[in-house]
Structure formats: structure tokens, C-alpha cells
């Protein structure tokens, strides 16, 4: 049932973003639960008390709450009919190294809190910060999948390479950062645009606002 699945969201968050997709991509019917990061939401003892980390996603199913956004597609992919990763050990490693490049190491100095604290959320400030760190992230992230054959980023179907890349595709283009020279990561954008399960995931679709 929809209500047994509970999805702590918030429609910006890249995290909350990439969770999105996999739950449709698995064919999981949630229920989003907005957590509004700007007045505060997730500082709430009621939302420290699901996770203590203050941040999103959180997502409650199985009788369990899961925090993490890779974590959490790591436990669909084992529960669910969810395959985001070759089964091949050196391609698997490939995906994974793509996919971590964004959300592992981008992901974090571009999390909004990270550039308030260092920038003061002045303008042209912080969209410097964002563009000197996400042109060259992407740049990388466009060879990291290079040799991998099929519209996706990783082959004929959505990876979690995929998964990683639109949230950040989502953040360059909100910041003016620019990949436009990057033809394999535009060619994965066009399939995934196309794709039901990322097209219903995208911010402007959840967009309570």
C-alpha cells in the first residue's frame, strides 16, 4: 500500500531527488511527507527523532526508517526490482565510481549549508563557488562513463551513475554551470528526460510550492 511507504522529501534536495527516482524506477508507491528545509523542518525534534543527521531523505518501509540516499537504493536494489548496478564486478565498480564522483564527492561541497557557511549567501559569491566546482565535477564525471555503450550514462538502461547525474545536471543548470561540451552526458539527460520514472522525480513535478 502507498501509505506504508513514506518518503521524508524535499523537492530541491539532490538526495531526496535521487530517491525519488529509484522508488519509481522500482515501481514503489510512496507517500512524500514535505520536510521544508527552508523554515527549518528538519531541525525539528520531531524529524531528529526519524533522522538524527537533520538532513533528507528519509524513507520509512518495511517497518524500518533508512536514511542516506545511496544506502536507500542500495536496500531496493536487494528488496526490490531495482537494478541499478552490472552484475559484473569491473563494470560494477565503474558505475559505482561514476555515481560517487557526484554524490559523494560534488555533492557535498555544493550542499546550500556548506556554501552558506563559506560564501555568506552573497551574490556572485555563492553561484561563483557552485560553477567552480560543478564545470570541473561534471567534466571528470563525463569521462568516468566513456567507453560504456546505450543511451544511459552506463548502457541500455538507468544506473545509478544516472540516478547521481540528474540531480546534478538540475543543480548546474539552476546555477549556470555549463556542460554543454559533455556529448555522453547529453545523450544520458535526453534518455533519462524521456524516461517516465525520472520525469515524475523531477522537481518541478513534486514542487509543493
Known amino acids: 500500500m502507498t501509505d506504508s511507504v513514506i518518503l521524508h522529501d524535499y523537492w530541491r534536495s539532490s538526495a531526496a531527488y535521487r530517491v525519488r527516482i529509484a522508488l519509481n524506477l522500482a515501481g514503489i508507491s510512496y507517500r512524500p511527507t514535505e520536510v521544508d528545509l527552508l523554515d527549518k523542518s528538519h531541525k525539528s525534534s520531531g524529524y531528529l527523532a526519524l533522522n538524527p543527521q537533520g538532513l533528507v531523505p528519509a524513507l520509512e518501509i518495511d517497518g524500518h526508517i533508512l536514511t542516506q540516499s545511496l544506502a536507500i537504493i542500495g536496500y531496493l536494489s536487494e528488496t526490490r526490482a531495482l537494478t541499478v548496478l552490472p552484475d559484473e564486478p569491473y563494470a560494477r565498480a565503474r558505475v559505482n565510481a561514476a555515481a560517487m564522483a557526484l554524490s559523494v564527492d560534488l555533492h557535498p561541497v555544493c550542499n546550500l549549508q556548506v556554501v552558506h ?47 547521481c547525474m540528474m540531480p546534478q545536471l538540475y543543480n548546474a543548470d539552476r546555477w549556470g554551470a555549463t556542460y554543454s561540451a559533455c556529448a555522453k552526458i547529453m545523450d544520458a539527460q535526453a534518455a533519462c528526460q524521456a524516461n517516465p ?12 510550492y
Not at 199 to 208: F, L, Q, R, S, T
Request: hydrophobic share 40%; charged share 20%.
Open 117 to 163: 557557511y563559506a560564501t555568506g549567501a552573497d551574490e556572485p559569491a555563492r553561484s561563483k563557488w557552485m560553477k567552480h566546482f560543478i564545470t570541473p565535477g561534471l567534466a571528470a564525471f563525463e569521462k568516468l562513463i566513456d567507453g560504456f555503450d546505450g543511451p544511459y550514462c552506463c548502457g541500455d538502461q538507468p544506473s545509478l551513475a544516472d540516478i
Open 197 to 208: 520514472a525520472f520525469i515524475a522525480a523531477h522537481p518541478d513535478m513534486v514542487n509543493p
